[in-house]
């Protein structure tokens, strides 16, 4: 597979790299090429700093994979070092990562059990659209890989959500979750419907707790509800424990993290590459119950004019914790014409005293 550099995305900046990456600009790596990872994370390990998304190409292709996961590291979280794609999309017909495929959202924790890095991504399979729904896992035995791809699946088939107590795990309670009629009058396909097949999985995050215990949290059922699901001890599968969250409230591009002891969670509506107004939820356990903190962001983004209602044009996507008091919230402007020219913001936490955080643009 030969591609020019301009058809992947990399475009050399006639500008030496720049000092400081700016919300909603242009970012450049060390080598002055666009920063191309999107709707990906950061993940902190050995000193370093190692981002990582969907490397877009241009046009309206870039809204498939062609590439896989690219992958920066740095010191400093200002000046990038290309470390290359890290996870390749396959040229075998009929591999679940064919080139073609959706590959989104992919998220790196750091096993200290196995000593292995785990990647987990919304895989869709290629010339399904968005149906299959399911998750790919990915490991690596360094930060920067290469990832090999393991299995790709639909989380917690045959398992019941915790949230329904043992006494209620009948065909009846069951039924009563196969299906729901959408905001915008079409039919979910709730969890009922996947007992046995597995869980829907699209826009997902990873979530390591203070103990070592891995989460897998995402949008099922159709984007209605969140599900939030345990991993093993390896990271590299479920134990079947699973609870549903944020019931009905459609929420995708789910973030998470953790302070004093409460846990929070952002995320956006369902409006596809389109941006809407954010939300936020708290709980003291992962597991719930979770309850509504309302929109946190604040401030306008001066290019293009648009304030919380629209999340600056952009939506969530990872929370980098950098230290205990330094938070950062990390959200993509999507430009689904050209997923190249995505842009990152990155915008510090506030945590407030009435238990809500918000998110300020700067
Ligand atoms: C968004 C989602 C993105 C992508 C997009 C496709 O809602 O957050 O990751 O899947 O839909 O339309």
């Avoid at 995305?9 to 790299?17: P, R």
């Avoid at 969890?191 to 999985?201: I, L, P």
Wanted: proline share 4%.
């Amino acid at each position: 597979m030969k591609r020019s550099l301009a058809a992947m995305g990399l475009v050399i900046c006639a500008c030496a790299a720049q000092a400081m990456q700016k919300n909603g600009e242009v970012w450049h790596d060390t080598a002055g090429h666009v920063v191309n990872a999107h709707g990906g994370g950061v993940l902190a390990h050995g000193g370093k700093y190692y981002l990582y998304g969907e490397h877009k190409v241009y046009g309206r292709a870039g809204n498939k994979a062609h590439v896989g996961v690219h992958m920066y590291s740095s010191e400093d979280l200002e000046s990038w070092k290309d470390e290359g794609a890290v996870l390749k999309v396959e040229d075998k017909v009929g591999s679940d990562i064919e080139d073609g495929c959706v590959l989104e959202r992919p998220k790196i924790l750091f096993c200290e059990k196995t000593g292995k890095f785990v990647m987990f991504f919304h895989l869709e399979l290629k010339g399904q659209g968005y149906k299959a729904a399911r998750v790919g896992i990915a490991v690596a035995d360094k930060p920067t890989g290469p990832y090999v791809f393991l299995r790709s699946l639909r989380p917690n088939a045959g398992q019941w959500p915790m949230n329904v107590p043992e006494e209620a795990r009948t065909e009846a309670t069951k039924g009563k979750f196969l299906s729901a009629t959408t905001p915008w009058g079409g039919k979910a396909s709730l969890w009922g419907a996947h007992f046995d097949g597995g869980q829907m999985s699209r826009d997902m995050t990873l979530f390591k707790d203070d103990d070592g215990r891995a989460w897998h949290v995402f949008a099922s059922e159709d984007n209605s509800t969140v599900h939030v699901s345990e991993l093993t001890d390896d990271y590299l599968g479920y134990t079947g424990r699973w609870w549903r969250i944020a019931e009905l409230d459609w929420t995708e591009a789910v973030a998470i993290c953790k302070k004093n002891g409460w846990y929070y969670l952002i995320g956006s509506g369902c409006t596809g590459w389109k941006p809407n107004a954010a939300r936020s939820y708290r709980a003291r356990s992962m597991t719930g119950p979770w309850e509504r903190t309302g929109n946190p962001c604040a401030g306008v983004n001066p290019a293009n004019g648009l304030g919380p209602e629209l999340t600056w044009g952009g939506q969530s996507n990872y929370i980098l914790k950098k230290s205990e008091d330094e938070y950062i919230a990390m959200f993509d402007i999507w430009k689904p014409e050209n997923q190249v020219d995505s842009r990152l913001v990155w915008l510090p936490v506030t945590f407030n005293s009435d238990g809500t955080i918000s998110i300020k643009w700067k």
